[in-house]
């Protein structure tokens, strides 16, 4: 169990864990003064990959934000190691912490490369600062976004086992095992073939789990000190600090607009947090750039350094929060023109990226509007605000757009042919709780032409083939594509050996005149029992596996997932009370292979709208750097109770310049636009625009 720190600044004066030591069943407790040996010093070692942070490994005496791990407690039980690492204390020569983004403003500075694309952290076409002031309708306008804590169900969790003093086995809740294993064996002086990260379900991750964090680190060098397996355990108020968090953000969102309602200049400059130690970008500028029409557009993206742990990877991160600025702005402009919100994003559809200089790949956003807008019955809205009502209740609707990157990177997989006529398939991706199994299993099962109930599909060992992190809403573009073409390859390979026999060949026939059924390979009405062919190879199996390369269409088209977002809200006129009645969610992502997975998915984005809108609020006692609603009664997401009827419909849109299957990412986009709907109907319902999320009865009143 972690004992972590009780300051945000300073150092660690003297820590005492004699008392700890003393309770039943502890093995040992170990700090900063055991000198735990690394290959490589983490705070000179920088991360190989945009996924990774810097950590703290009980190194030296340095506090570096509030919750970082001083001790770590190895016990016999749970309760044991509980115990023990609440009796660690620790005295501290402390410094006044820097929290508040006014703090750091005088040291803002833009970054060279942002988010994991690399981006630039700032960005100018055409000339704003001349063409805005010359716009008929002008206005500027400042968000604000709060920290927000990854929660998801099962927290971080990592089981540590060793043999001997070189090789080690990993049960980590990982969204990326493969940079767990590169990272972890890194650090601690091991070839990445002696570092093995298994991690078969995780209990939703949401980006939090994609990095490998210092508890990862900490689990395999407490094994290793006590040469026993160890099972670490982040309980819930230390997933607030050390495992990352979405920061807070400050946008300032300039637009100008002729009478008509096109856009003339647009620019979003933010402002959010990183850590002193670190650097990480909540990329909400992105948005601004490509989604509308607009010949003057510049963004700014700079930082500040604070006294935190460094922000990370929450879902759909940058573009949460940049959708919610922009879309609002959208709003505010569409009531100064006096126009329809939906008929001012029409105006200024972009039909390619202006940014890129690129086509898209596949846009059908068009469809989603009038889509979605059709099933929520928009033609219907009154627009004056509060001119909607039912007895005391303010009713409003709101509506704004959805965008993420649909993006596929390098994979491997392979799939296996038993002699009973079973398939195995092997990748080692991750399934963070959005179907990948289930998907795997179909994508090989229609590669191959089998039912799925012949086909098992395993994943999250780094000792299958090698994937990427299940993060930017790319696995199932990315392992997809590797798992349909090892599918592929092995279909060929079976198909090659019954042809070989002189006996069964036609010519003529190809693959596709195959089927596999029931143990026998038929080519127009012959068979031949699997069996025999495979052990006509001398193995065990046929095997057929593949390696996709990154997807090099990239450089020809630009590639994005688009929807459109619908919101009704009720309103208690007196109370402020809000809660959001129905949504629709209309998208366009591609094929959609699976569509009980995808609805969920694509509810889930939005819930997380309506928890983005109303309710979280990661809250820090500015003074001491220290975040006071560290668990979940005051940490507040949505339940049963919060959420209304949702609705979700998408657009059929295949996009094979992204994935060969068609398959865009859908796990992110859902949360995009969902916030700025919801704040949208609450102008909307009460005639109030609130720009500070989250919007709470309170700033209603």
């Excluded at 969790?157 to 064996?185: C, H, M, P």
């Excluded at 929520?376 to 990157?405: C, N, Q």
């Excluded at 998907?439 to 083939?465: C, E, H, N, S, W």
């Excluded at 859908?666 to 919007?695: F, M």
Aim: net charge neutral; charged share 20%; glycine share 10%.
């Amino acid at each position: 169990m972690l004992a972590t720190s009780a300051i945000a600044k300073g150092r660690i004066v003297a820590i005492d864990a004699r008392n700890a030591e003393k309770v039943p069943g502890v093995i040992a407790v170990l700090t900063h003064k055991n000198k735990l040996k690394l290959a490589k010093d983490p705070s000179t070692v920088s991360p190989s990959s945009p996924a990774d942070r810097a950590i703290q490994l009980l190194q030296d005496d340095r506090i570096l934000y509030g919750g970082q791990p001083i001790a770590v407690a190895v016990a016999e039980t749970f309760e044991a190691a509980a115990e023990a690492a609440r009796l660690v204390t620790a005295q501290y020569a402390e410094q006044a912490p820097s929290i508040r983004l006014d703090q750091g403003l005088p040291h803002a500075y833009i970054p060279k490369k942002v988010g994991g694309a690399r981006d630039p952290g700032a960005s100018s076409r055409g000339d704003f600062e001349n063409e805005f002031p010359h716009a008929g309708t002008r206005m500027e306008e400042i968000y604000t976004t709060p920290f927000q804590t990854h929660s998801p169900l099962e927290p971080h969790a990592t089981i540590a086992v060793w043999e001997g003093n070189d090789k080690l086995t990993l049960y980590d809740a990982s969204q990326g095992i493969f940079g767990d294993r590169k990272r972890v064996g890194e650090l601690l002086g091991l070839d990445p073939e002696n570092v093995r990260v298994i991690s078969l379900f995780l209990g939703g991750g949401f980006g939090s789990k994609g990095p490998c964090w210092s508890h990862t680190m900490i689990c395999a060098l407490a094994a290793r000190e006590v040469k026993r397996p160890v099972k670490l355990v982040v309980r819930r108020p230390q997933m607030f600090g050390p495992v990352g968090c979405r920061s807070a953000t400050h946008q300032t969102i300039s637009v100008g607009a002729g009478a008509d309602g096109k856009l003339e200049a647009l620019k979003n400059e933010t402002i959010t947090h990183t850590s002193t130690f670190d650097e990480f970008t909540e990329t909400a500028t992105l948005p601004t750039r490509m989604l509308y029409s607009v010949p003057n557009n510049s963004t700014v993206q700079k930082l500040i350094r604070s006294d935190i742990g460094t922000p990370s990877y929450t879902r759909a991160p940058g573009e949460a929060p940049g959708t919610f600025a922009l879309e609002v702005a959208m709003d505010e402009l569409a009531v100064k023109l006096k126009m329809d919100p939906l008929e001012l994003r029409l105006k200024n559809y972009a039909e390619r990226d202006e940014e890129k200089k690129l086509p898209w790949s596949g846009k059908s956003l068009r469809e989603c509007y009038q889509k979605g807008a059709e099933k929520f019955g928009w033609a219907g809205r009154k627009p004056e605000p509060r001119s909607m009502r039912d007895g005391h209740t303010l009713i409003g609707w709101g509506m704004a757009t959805a965008v993420y990157p649909a993006r596929r990177s390098p994979a491997s997989a392979l799939a296996r042919m038993n002699p009973d006529g079973t398939i195995l398939v092997e990748a080692g991706t991750q399934d963070v709780g959005g179907g990948t199994y289930t998907i795997m299993t179909q994508i090989a099962a229609d590669a191959l032409r089998v039912p799925v109930t012949a086909v098992t599909f395993k994943l999250g060992d780094t000792r299958y083939p090698e994937t990427p992190v299940s993060g930017g809403s790319q696995t199932a573009a990315t392992a997809g594509t590797a798992v349909e073409e090892a599918a592929q390859a092995l279909r060929q390979k079976i198909f090659d050996l019954a042809m070989s026999d002189p006996g069964f060949a036609v010519s003529g026939e190809t693959a596709g005149d195959m089927s596999l059924a029931n143990g026998f390979v038929t080519v127009r009405g012959r068979s031949v029992k699997i069996g025999d062919l495979v052990a006509r190879t001398g193995q065990p199996y046929i095997e057929g596996r593949a390696s996709t390369k990154q997807n090099a269409e990239t450089r020809d088209y630009s590639m994005f997932s688009f929807g459109a977002q619908f919101a009704e809200v009720r309103v208690d006129a007196d109370l402020g009370q809000i809660k959001v009645s129905r949504m629709v969610g209309a998208f366009g992502a591609g094929t959609i292979l699976n569509a009980k997975t995808a609805r969920s998915q694509f509810m889930g984005g939005m819930i997380w709208g309506i928890s983005f809108a109303l309710l979280e609020h990661t809250a820090y006692d500015e003074r001491l750097g220290r975040i006071v609603n560290n668990n979940l009664a005051e940490y507040h997401v949505p339940t049963n109770a919060d959420v209304g009827d949702i609705d979700v419909l998408w657009i059929e849109e295949p996009d094979t310049h992204v994935s060969p299957m068609g398959a865009k990412g859908i796990g992110e986009i859902g949360i995009t636009g969902s916030a700025a709907a919801i704040a949208n109907a609450i102008y909307h319902a009460t005639g109030k625009r609130i720009r500070d999320l989250p919007i709470t009865p309170d700033k209603l009143l």
